[in-house]
Each structure stands twice: as structure tokens, then as C-alpha cells.
């Protein structure tokens, strides 16, 4: 369970103030010094990703991503839920999995955010502050706390935020040259960019590398804050940039023309590198090497920051962070910080300290009255707590509760924030009844984050009486009881419909913890699995409780398609239950070669019902495939009507925008898979060409193929035909189109390989 420490769970202590530096004897200080000088040297590059979790599975998907990010050799990972499901879900696991991992893997506590068709990450804070819902707050609660927020879309309202420039290894089209970042960059704003996972493995498809003294939480949150970064896409192309010896995130100091080095590895040759200045492109050059390096000096008058861009033979691109410019060598202080000096930082400390010092000789109502300001502004609400939860000698307990009762909101929040600094726990029931939702929500996560719950003899969760879906949420993960009550489980279970993503979310992640310590919950998910409740049974399969197996075959055969089916479907693989119905063919032999002119051979078996691979509807009657065999090749054809031409793209090869047919070949296990994609034009993804016929004509489309079988002993296939909106499919995957596991059989005649 979590507990309550003194300490923020990601956030360190504060530093040690500079006046007290200055005081520390010249030999401690000389040892400091040189420690400093010795951890600088060991600096490197640590490879990590944002990556997001499954909130209605949040303890098996936080420990499945942690797994993924070791065995992709990732330094560090940042978990969250998806923005609009709760503020902190999973704290308690990812800081076990913190517990376990460090420092093979660095876990560090994030949370998803969203307000007014706003959306982003936030990480670097501590998980017991408040979370405000308006971005310019929640920029001064992460800017007095060192902490980051990350950004889905470049806001012209922020200036200093991190930007999502790459999600799932897609880059945004913010960050194309002359582009969102471009724009806030020659606005002046300082604003970096890192990578997003949504529902891959971390580190799949991109990286973000952070220049840090080592993995830990501070180091990696620091580096990304300070922008000393770039990101990678599949892990291809790393770089090292420096102009006048100042890198990413940092400013350049210079008079005439700066001096720039570069190099760069890459597993592909590097075919392009590219350097932006103020939005526009002032240098390029085509090394096409996979290990390149350049040195020269660059005119940059009148620009304000540089960045790179490197591209290689297979199209995977690497962007880094600016360089900040300024034309003057007078000034040779180096890196201008991301935010205020640590001077700044350490007199704001010091003076809400001697503040609350003072305030401590004061008649309590004045004292109340500093502590409500302190207390309510973001700017100074995180020092208070800071300063207030070891020194109870200068303001007690009793003062802090009495806050809780004012009239302001933002008093009341921060009041019982530095309650909960001190483990002081109690007043947070008393704060369910507040009449602000923020207030109610604050108290219901703390509860569920930093308590043991509530029991079955405490029953708060009533939702015709609450209207904010948060506060539901939270109440829901808080629920922990001794004793079955069966009432409760069925509010539960009726909370899996819910509208709302972090209710139903919530209600999933805690019904599954219960389902798998007492059979009778299992019992009514089944019931309201087979009143074709989806939510109820991704539960069961969740749970993998063997007796749901034969009702889950019962709900699986009832429904022909549609939602109900595919849901079943998943639940009964992730029992290890075979795919029930596996399509199967026979394959005849063809007595002479096909000839590829589009015109399907009439002796090849015919594969009809194609189905949409989401959810097994029925798809077009006119879609039909037809499959046979000759020597050591498999004959594979498709043809079909069509009111609106197939869209095709003229290029070497079929892109995700064609209307094309997509052909798997694999062994059972899928260790040993083809996939073979061709358009209308008769262009497939083979470097080696295939034989080939397409027709387009008269409202119709027909395509044939032979394709080699002879290395499969054993013979597993799928014919698909796909477009940008739609994916139609002999062997209904229901959205694993890459799973061998859910392809069909081919059955060939006596003598076939």
C-alpha cells in the first residue's frame, strides 16, 4: 500500500541554499568542487520514452511496460495513464516498480492532463500537489517544482513546455521546418521536444536521449526540462551537436560567424542533415555515410536559435533541440537556464521561510492570513509545503485544518496539500463533502494514493449524489474491503458502462482486483457479460479465471459480430483458449502456371466472406479471393466491384494511403512470416519482383499472384484488402493483423509441401 513519507515520491529535497555554500569551509568546498568536476565528466547519453498505460489495467500494464523499456535496453521510462482518466492512477505501482527495477530501468511517476481541448503529460511533480486545471497554473505549479509538461499541440498561450514531436514513431506536424515549434521559437519561447508512446512498446518506434549524469528521476526530468535532448526515430540516427561548445537546450555566445561541430552514427547512411535557423533552413549537406562528422563556421547573424535535422536511407529521421543565439561575445556565462537562477529559486525559499518564521509570533488569525496567501498561489504553494512539512513547531496541525474550512478554494487545496505533507490524513474524509469538485477530487485521490481505502463499512461511493466523474474515480480505486457485499460489487459492475473514460476505467481496474480474490464477483461479471455487457467481459479476461472459459465460448458462439464477439474473442485468448472456428481451405493443385493477366483462374478454390477485421461484420458479397497451388508456389487472387476507383499512389511500392491486397504467409508459431502488400498498379512492398497481374476496368478489380511457399513445412495464411478507413480479412484478426495465432489454415491435396 502506498504510504505517506515526508518526502515527495519524485520530487527531491530542495538544494542547499547558496548563502550556505558560501559558508561551508574551503576545504569541503574545494572536495564539492572537485566531486562536480569528476560527475560532469561522466555525463552520457541516457535513452528513454513517455509511454502510456492501460488505467483499466493499471497494475498488469505498468509492470508489462516496465518489462518492455528493460528488454529494449531504455535507461528510463516515463508511465502515465491517458490524459482524462485521473491525475497519479498506477502511483503506487510504477514506485514499486521503481523499487524493483532501479537502476537497471528508471520508472519515474507521471500523469495525463487535459483541460479545454488541451491535452499533455506532466512529470517532475509531485504526485501528493494539487493539479490545476488551467494550463497557465499548471505551468507555475511545474515551473516552481522543476517539473515538466509536455504538450500534444504547440500553444501559442505557453512558452515554456515540452513539445510531443513524435507519437508512436509519427512525427507531429509541428515540428516540420517553418512549423509550430518554429513559430514559438521565434517568439522566443523555449520550447523542447520529446517522444510519446500511446500503445506500443516503449522505445519501439522512437527514443528520446537526454544528456544526464545517469538515469535517475531529478537527472532525466532536469535534462528534459533543460532541453538537452533529441529525439531518435527507430533508435537510428544519434547525434552530438555543439555551436561555439554550447549543445541542445543551451545558449550560444558568438561574434562573427559561430562555430559548429556535428557528428553523427547511424545503422543506415545518413542521407541528409539539415540545420534550421529561425524556420528556415541555412545549411545542408548529403554525407550519405553511416558515421559522419563536420566541423565549419556558419554565418548566423540576426537568428536566435539553430536546430538539427538528420535523415537516412530508409527515411527515419533524428531532430534535436535548439541552440539558442546571441551575437555578442561580451557575455561568456554559457548555458542560460531553462528557468530562473538557483539564486532566484533559493531567495524565493528563504523568504517564504523567514516569512512563516515570523508569522509564527503573530496572533493566530494573522498568522492564518499569510499562510492562506502563501497557500493559494501556485508560485508559492509548493515552497510553503516544502518549509511546512517538518517544521509542525511553527504552525500546527489545528492552524492547517482550520484552513480547510475558508472560503477560498485555492486556500482549502493548499491547506490540505501540507496536511498531507505531514501525513495528517484524517481531514480528507471531512473534505469529500467540499462544495468544490477540485477540492472533493483532491481529497478522493489522496485517499486512494496515500491511505489504505475505505471498507464495505464505509460505503462512499454513491453516484447519484456525486456528478464529477474524478471524484467517482478515485472513490472507485480507493474502495478496498475485507467482506464481500454483493450491492457494492453490482454498483461497481454498473460503473463499467459508464461515459466517462476515467470512471469506467477505474471501475474495470478495481473490479479485477476483486474478481481475482473472491469467485462470487467472477459470478456476476458473467451474469453481466451475457447481458452483453463489453466492459464486464474484458473483466473476465483480465481476471483469467479458467471457470469464465466455457461461458465466454457461449457468448463468443451467440454473437455472429460485432462488439460482444470481438470482446469475447480477446477475453478467451488471453485465457489460452485456441481460436475457435479457424478458417480452413482447401488448396487444389493447378494443372499449368496461371497466367498473371489479371484474370482470376477459374480452377483456383474460391475464398468468400470476407469479413471487417474489427469485429468479424460481414463484408461486401462481391469480394472474392480465390487460392491455389502450382509446383512450389501458392496462387493467390482477389477480385472485387467497386463504385469509386481503388486509390493508388504512383511510387515503387504500396503506401498506407493505397486501396491494396495484403497476403500473410507464416508457420503457426509466427517465427518464420511474409507479408506481402500490392496496389492497383500491381506494385508490391518486395524488393525482388513478384509475378503480378492487375486489372482495373469496368467497376471492377481483379489481382493474381504467386507467391513462394516452398520454405513453410507448415502453412498458415490470410488474405486481407485494406484502405486508409478499413480493413477486410479471410481470417478476422480483430485488429491484430501481424498475429499468426489468428490466421486461417491452408489444407493442400496429397503431394503439396
Do not use: C
Not at 288 to 305: G, N, Q
Not at 347 to 366: F, K
Not at 486 to 506: C, T
Not at 585 to 598: A, F, H, N, S, Y
Request: aromatic share 8%; hydrophobic share 40%; net charge negative.
Amino acid at each position: 500500500m502506498p504510504h505517506v513519507s515526508s518526502g515527495s515520491s519524485t520530487t527531491p529535497y530542495k538544494r542547499l541554499p547558496a548563502e550556505s555554500m558560501r559558508l561551508l569551509p574551503f576545504s569541503l568546498l574545494a572536495l564539492v568542487t572537485t566531486l562536480t568536476i569528476e560527475s560532469r565528466a561522466d555525463w552520457a547519453w541516457q535513452a528513454g520514452d513517455v509511454a502510456l498505460f492501460d488505467p483499466a489495467t493499471s497494475s498488469a500494464s505498468i509492470q508489462e511496460r516496465v518489462l518492455q523499456a528493460a528488454e529494449s535496453d531504455l535507461d528510463w521510462v516515463i508511465l502515465s495513464s491517458p490524459p482524462g482518466t485521473g491525475s497519479f492512477v498506477g502511483l503506487d505501482e510504477i514506485l514499486q516498480e521503481a523499487d524493483l527495477n532501479v537502476p537497471r530501468v528508471t520508472p519515474i511517476v507521471a500523469s495525463g492532463w487535459s483541460s479545454d481541448n488541451r491535452s499533455g503529460i506532466i512529470y517532475g511533480l509531485d504526485p501528493r500537489s494539487p493539479v490545476p486545471n488551467q494550463l497557465d497554473r499548471l505551468l507555475a505549479v511545474a515551473e516552481t517544482q522543476q517539473g515538466v509538461v509536455q504538450l500534444d499541440t504547440a500553444d501559442t498561450s505557453a512558452s515554456s513546455f515540452l513539445l510531443t514531436a513524435s507519437r508512436n514513431g509519427t512525427w507531429s506536424p509541428e515540428v516540420e521546418v517553418g512549423a509550430g515549434w518554429d513559430r514559438l521559437l521565434r517568439a522566443g519561447s523555449r520550447v523542447f521536444i520529446a517522444g510519446s508512446n500511446t500503445d506500443e512498446a516503449p522505445g519501439h518506434r522512437h527514443r528520446t536521449y537526454v544528456k544526464a549524469r545517469s538515469n535517475t528521476n531529478e537527472d532525466v526530468v532536469n535534462g528534459l526540462r533543460r532541453g538537452s535532448s533529441f529525439v531518435s526515430q527507430n533508435d537510428d540516427i544519434r547525434i552530438d551537436f555543439e555551436v561555439q561548445g554550447s549543445s541542445f537546450g543551451q545558449t550560444a555566445f558568438f561574434e562573427g560567424e559561430a562555430y559548429v561541430r556535428m557528428q553523427a552514427h547511424a545503422r543506415d547512411p545518413i542521407t541528409r542533415v539539415s540545420l534550421i535557423a529561425d524556420g528556415e533552413v541555412v545549411w545542408v549537406t548529403q554525407p550519405d555515410e553511416t558515421v559522419w562528422s563536420e566541423r565549419f563556421f556558419l554565418p548566423l547573424h540576426h537568428r536566435t536559435y539553430i536546430r538539427p535535422v538528420l535523415e537516412n536511407a530508409s527515411g527515419y529521421r533524428t531532430l534535436g533541440n535548439p541552440v539558442f543565439l546571441v551575437p555578442d561575445r561580451s557575455q561568456r556565462s554559457g548555458e542560460v537556464p531553462f528557468v530562473g537562477s538557483d539564486e532566484s529559486e533559493d531567495a524565493s525559499y528563504l523568504e517564504i521561510g523567514a516569512t512563516v518564521e515570523a508569522s509564527s509570533r503573530l496572533a493566530p488569525p494573522r498568522q492564518s492570513r499569510i499562510l492562506s496567501e502563501f497557500l493559494a498561489a501556485e508560485e508559492t504553494r509548493y515552497p510553503t509545503v516544502w518549509l511546512l512539512q517538518n517544521r509542525s513547531d511553527l504552525v500546527h496541525d489545528e492552524t492547517l485544518i482550520d484552513l480547510t474550512t475558508w472560503d477560498s478554494e485555492s486556500v482549502r487545496l493548499g491547506a490540505a496539500y501540507a496536511l498531507l505533507s505531514r501525513g495528517h490524513t484524517d481531514v480528507l474524509s471531512t473534505l469529500l463533502s467540499d462544495k468544490a469538485p477540485s477540492v472533493r477530487a483532491y481529497a478522493a485521490r489522496s485517499i486512494a494514493n496515500y491511505t489504505e481505502g475505505y471498507r464495505e463499512t464505509d460505503w462512499r461511493l454513491n453516484p447519484d449524489e456525486e456528478d464529477d466523474p474524478f471524484v467517482l474515480s478515485y472513490l472507485i480505486r480507493a474502495y478496498r474491503p475485507v467482506r464481500h457485499r454483493p450491492d457494492h460489487v453490482a454498483s461497481i459492475i454498473a460503473l463499467l458502462r459508464h461515459p466517462h473514460q476515467a470512471v469506467a476505467a477505474a471501475a474495470a481496474d478495481r473490479i479485477a482486483a476483486l474478481g481475482t480474490r473472491n469467485y462470487r464477483v467472477i459470478s456476476a461479471l458473467i451474469d453481466s457479460a451475457r447481458g452483453d455487457n463489453v466492459a464486464a467481459i474484458d473483466a473476465l479476461g483480465t481476471i483469467g479465471d479458467y471457470r469464465s472459459i466455457a461461458p465466454l465460448l457461449e457468448i463468443y458462439e451467440r454473437a455472429p459480430f460485432g462488439p460482444v464477439r470481438r470482446a469475447a474473442f480477446e477475453a478467451l485468448d488471453h485465457l489460452d483458449v485456441p481460436y475457435q472456428n479457424r478458417p480452413m481451405i482447401e488448396v487444389p493443385d493447378l494443372q499449368k502456371r496461371p497466367t498473371m493477366d489479371g484474370l482470376p483462374d477459374s480452377l483456383a478454390n474460391v475464398i468468400g466472406d470476407l469479413a471487417h477485421d474489427e469485429d468479424a461484420r460481414p463484408g461486401p458479397r462481391s469480394l472474392i479471393g480465390r487460392v491455389g497451388r502450382y509446383a512450389d508456389s501458392l496462387y493467390v487472387a482477389i477480385q472485387t466491384d467497386f463504385s469509386t476507383p481503388p486509390h493508388t499512389t504512383l511510387g515503387p511500392a504500396p503506401t498506407d494511403a493505397d486501396r491494396r491486397v495484403e497476403i500473410v504467409l507464416t508457420t503457426p508459431n509466427g517465427q518464420d512470416q511474409e507479408t506481402y502488400r500490392v496496389n492497383a498498379l500491381g506494385r508490391s512492398n518486395r524488393e525482388r519482383p513478384l509475378p503480378i497481374g492487375s486489372l482495373v476496368a469496368d467497376g471492377h478489380w481483379s489481382l493474381e499472384t504467386l507467391l513462394p511457399i516452398a520454405s513453410f513445412p507448415v502453412l498458415r495464411f490470410n488474405l486481407s484488402v485494406v484502405s486508409q478507413t478499413d480493413r477486410l480479412s479471410w481470417s478476422v484478426t480483430y485488429g491484430a493483423p501481424e498475429d499468426a495465432d489468428r490466421f486461417g489454415d491452408l489444407r493442400f491435396q496429397p503431394g503439396s509441401p
